[in-house]
């Protein structure tokens, strides 16, 4: 089975640190990706990256960086917290291809920014 | 902007009986697929449908696409109160590799 591990549950920061979010897949995954979920907004794509050392905005990276040195690791980075990225993040990987990108999910961090 | 969207936002029904989603979306796809969330929890894919194929069944489930309409359906028979979750569909609109767009749900409410 495919396991997609993120590094915390539930985070509590303050206004202005750096944060930093990690996920790790083990099955060699080419494609990473990191979502935001709220309420009534849905997911929405921060970053995705399809190979080590590369990086695509999706949606809404305003406020975000993102760092894959490794294949199996995909770093989201909020350079500044702030109240407004208080929220449910999702990493997802999958694996590269035009028909097969079912995507797996890790469990998430629900990070509260005070 | 939102590729997928889901009606009903929300669905709530008796045990054993059926529950039908939808979800529409705006242009051309490759694939569309469904998946399940439970409270608090990841997502889990369920189906895969292709842009051309009509149907598709998997256990309870039964996924339908009607690309002319662009629209799915997801039909759980027989629900079950471990059913309860919001169940979301989402399209390759940016192509594949490049990450799906996901809808913002419908979350279904089996009562025992």
């Known amino acids: 089975d495919v396991k997609v591990t993120q590094s915390s549950r539930y985070l509590v920061k303050r206004t202005g640190e750096k944060v930093f979010l990690e996920c790790v897949q083990d099955?060699?995954?080419?494609?990473m990706f990191w979502y935001r979920q709220d309420p009534g907004l849905g997911l929405r794509l921060i970053y995705f990256?399809?190979?080590?050392?590369?990086?695509e905005k999706g949606d809404i990276p305003e406020g975000y960086s993102v760092s894959r040195e490794k294949k199996e690791r995909f770093s989201l980075i909020l350079e500044s917290a702030s109240t407004n990225q208080t929220s449910m993040y999702l990493c997802?990987?999958?694996?590269?291809?035009?028909?097969?990108?079912?995507?797996?999910f890790g469990p998430g961090t629900r990070l509260t920014v005070l | 902007s939102q590729q997928g969207e889901e009606d009903p936002q929300a669905l709530s029904i008796q045990e054993g009986e059926n529950a039908t989603m939808n979800c529409s979306y705006k242009?051309?796809?490759?694939?569309l697929q469904w998946y399940r969330q439970n409270s608090g929890r990841g997502l889990v894919h369920l189906i895969l449908?292709?842009?051309?194929?009509r149907e598709k069944h998997s256990g309870r489930l039964r996924v339908t696409l009607d690309t002319s309409k662009k629209s799915s359906s997801l039909l759980i028979t027989a629900s079950r109160a471990a059913d309860t979750a919001s169940y979301f569909c989402?399209?390759?609109?940016?192509?594949?590799?490049?990450?799906?767009?996901f809808g913002k749900g419908t979350h279904l409410i089996i009562q025992p």
């Open positions: 997802a990987s999958s694996l590269s291809g035009e028909i097969t990108d079912t995507q797996y």
């Open positions: 989402a399209t390759d609109a940016r192509g594949g590799a490049d990450g799906l767009t």
């Open positions: 242009t051309s796809i490759n694939n």
């Open positions: 099955m060699d995954h080419e494609n």
């Open positions: 449908i292709r842009s051309n194929e």
């Open positions: 990256s399809y190979d080590v050392k590369m990086k």
